[in-house]
């Protein structure tokens, strides 16, 4: 007989991942559950997020007329990444997200009537809480709190114990605490520039990476994998968003009437593609592009007051965009990092373009303008706006914000650790950021990354749960 545990359930970590997988531990017959938490405070990243969320064939969606299926979804988002995620995992995600997105609802989160398109999907499946990602992880960290789920912050694992080959608890320096099951929910690597580097190459290589997540975000979960022996999966995987190199203020979308250039002076996109597209999009140019317009556009926008983004998101309290409007652009050409000219030509020149090359982008994209339709590359006609009235500018644009990473412990549809074996590891489970192989090459958009946390926090518990149960 195995010797007694000082919990049912360890969980590591206190983000959306965590606090799902602790409150699902308990639902599902944990007797004792206990979160550790590296930090201060409760809900890592999660609390800073939009809390935005997918789901398909929710109340919510009917509600509104919307005909969706988690058959739809799994498709879908098995298609935009060519089937290089794990498909077992990804259809338990989606078979389970819209059910988890109801379970938030019947918890008391609440969500706006609006619902929105997180990326090219078929029909809108994002659904937005009021109160955003901190409303989320209130009322979660509620319910645990309700349901005898003991919290210890300012406890920063270090180490899993293991016993026979299985995870038996975590200790914390000299500190341990046993356990049936430990769930690992850390969160992602997005604070730490080493682990950036060697896990998430493409973020840190543009040289201008900045990171909107917590602080504890440390990817302490690969430390463990290594302890052991656990499989890791999603290699440079992660979200980044485009941005200039002006200030490090977030903006999700860039406005719709920018012209994006490769360093070609070619035009590659539609620039108001989701941001999980355009990652990808600029990641096979370099890593570089550039934004194209002229004082006219400029001038309009900072007057109208309001961003012309292509989405805007229910509770959203930014109007103006931070970047783009004419005091911030002209400062940044007295910073000199924004190129302005009098002509198209002298513009190439001065930011290094093939001259005849963007003379006859912008040749053309004005002559789309005028005919009233993008030829080329289908942007909505409302966004389209002439580069004819000088001076013209021109900014480097690299994906340099890193919302999240997707780099960790490979799982399978019931949230166990895969060991390099290729066999589950006894008594550890793992979700959120913490889990890798969920999230593919590319993001299939806004909702993405929560609906992961919280879904699979759930399958983690509800496993721990079970293997908690099943010990004497």
Known sequence: MRPERDVDVLVVGSGAAGLAAALSARENGARSVLIAESEGLVGGSSRLSGGLMMGAGTRYQRALGIEDDAGSLFHEYMQLNQWKVESAVVRRLAELAGPTVEWLGDLGVQFYDQLVFGGDERVPRVHCPIGRGQAVVDVLTSHCRGAGVEIALGRRVGRLLTEDGAVVGAGVGEDT????????????????????????????????????GAEGSRGDHLDLAVQVGAQVTGYNRGLRLLHADFAKIYEAYLPGWLVLVDRQGRRFCDETAPYGIMDGL??????????????A????????????????????????????????????????????????????????????RLEVTVERYNAAVAAGEDFDYLKDP???????????????????????????????????????????????????????????????????????????????????????????
């Open 382 to 472: 409302k966004f389209l706006q002439p580069i004819a009235s000088p001076p013209y500018y021109a900014a480097e644009i690299r994906p340099a914000t890193v919302c999240f990473t997707a780099c960790g412990l490979r799982i399978d549809r019931d949230a166990q650790v895969i060991g390099e074996s290729g066999r589950p590891i006894p008594g550890l489970l793992a979700a959120g950021e913490s889990a890798g192989g969920v999230v593919g090459p590319r993001y299939v958009g806004s909702g993405n990354s929560y609906a992961n946390c919280v879904t699979f926090g759930r399958v983690a518990g509800a496993s721990a749960a079970r293997l908690a149960m099943a010990t004497p």
């Open 177 to 212: 605490v046993t356990a049936s099951a430990v769930v690992v929910a850390m969160g992602g690597f997005g604070n730490n520039p080493g682990k950036l580097a060697r896990y998430f190459p493409s973020a840190a290589d543009t040289g201008w990476a900045w990171y909107i």
């Open 297 to 356: 556009a400029l001038e309009e926008a900072t007057a109208a007051g309001v961003a012309r983004y292509k989405q805007q998101v229910p509770g959203s309290t930014k109007k103006q965009s931070p970047h783009w409007n004419a005091d911030i652009v002209e400062s940044m050409v007295a910073a000199g990092k924004v190129h302005h000219a009098r002509s198209v030509a002298e513009l190439a020149a001065g930011a290094a373009l093939p001259a005849e």
């Open 282 to 295: 600029i990641q096979e140019r370099g890593d570089v592009a550039y934004a194209i317009f002229d004082r």
